[in-house]
Each structure stands twice: as structure tokens, then as C-alpha cells.
């Protein structure tokens, strides 16, 4: 995309998603930290579903210590790699004492130290809880960055720094909002939904897809023959 495709797409996903911001609950940035990690290859909704009960007992990085793996893992387990992700919540809560006085860093490196905590965990973080101007990248910002020329790359990071360098600073902390609710709700991965895309005019995407058409109608039966009172003529 030219600079001006940029701007003009980014206009347009704004005024399709005006109030966007992250699906995961939470409320305080340990919080938020916490159910980043337990979305990784999970959607927001299971996450949605299992924090509320993680949180009363776990609020706090102590609280979570604490609680520990085994108990972590059955409050959180209808979510993939349950085991896992309790290990890693209860250790990087043990970090967060150990290593920051039970505070969340407000630096990426600091962030992916961090057990369980990728550079996209990262920046979700520094954008959402401490306003920062980063840009993360999950698979639905990946492929809508490919897919439209607005950041084209074929690993997260250089899509991520595409993005970065591309999008005009005072946009860069909202796009990510916009990028992912369009990403998964209309640019899906089988059958992008162009036909409701808010920003198709900017998007490069060739084979943009068509609007359905309506299916028609089945016949059906009178209601003696579903009854078996009326046989059809052969």
C-alpha cells in the first residue's frame, strides 16, 4: 500500500470498530498479563470463561504463587495446554516477586523473560495496560497485514516492524484493535468476508470474495404428503 492506502485503510477501520478494544477481561495489569498467556492457541471467549474463578482466587502475584500448578491447572483446564500454561502462570508470578516487587515491567525485554511470555504476550501488554505504541501481531493481524499490502512479511517480527514503520504514530496503539477484530470477524482465514469489509476500497487482497447469493428455497411437501396420507404421482 501507498502512504495514503495506509491512511485511508486505517480511516476505515476506524469508523468500522470505534469502541475497540481487547475481548479478554481483566482488571489490573497482572491480570491482563495473566490471560494473555492463557490465550495463546486459545480464543478469547474460553479464556473469558475461566478467568473470572482464576482471579477471585488469584488476583495477585502472591495469591497465584500460592495457589500453585496443580490448583492453577484445575480452574483453567477446559483450555488448551492447561498443564502448561498453569506452570508458566505460577512461575512468572514467582518472577514478578522475586525479580520486580510483585509489579509488571513496562519493558518488552524485561516482559519476555518472563515464563510463558512471547513477544506478542509482550506487546499486548505494553499497548493495553501501559499505553505504549506497539503493534501485535497473533494470526489474525498476520494474515490481514499479508493478505490487504498494508504490512507484508513471512515471519510475525518483520510483519510487526512493516506495521511499526508504516503506520502513522498517533494510530499505532488503536490499529492493533482494529486490525484484530477485522481479522476475526471479516478478513477470516477459509472465506474473507469482503463483501462487509469497511476498508475494501484500500485493500490490495486479488481475489476479493463476492457476496453469496441467497440460496433458494427447497420445496417441500404439502402437508398430507409429509403425513403419509398422500403418496406423489411417480
Known sequence: MTKAEVQQFLNDLSRAWPDARTELHYTTPFTLLVAVVLSAQATDASVNRVTPALFAAAPTPQAMTALGDEQVGQLIRTIGLWRNKAKNVVELSRQLLAEHGGQIPHTREALEKLAGVGRKTANVVLNVAFNQPTVPVDTHVFRLANRSGLGRGRTVEAVEKKLEAR????????????????????????????????????????DKTPLPRPKAPRATASPAIRAGRVFPAD
Open 167 to 206: 503506520i502513522p504514530l498517533p494510530m499505532v496503539r488503536d490499529s492493533h484493535h482494529w486490525l484484530i477484530l477485522q481479522g476475526r470477524y471479516v478478513c477470516k482465514a477459509r472465506k474473507p468476508e469482503c463483501w462487509r469489509c469497511a476498508a475494501q476500497q484500500s485493500c490490495l487482497f486479488p
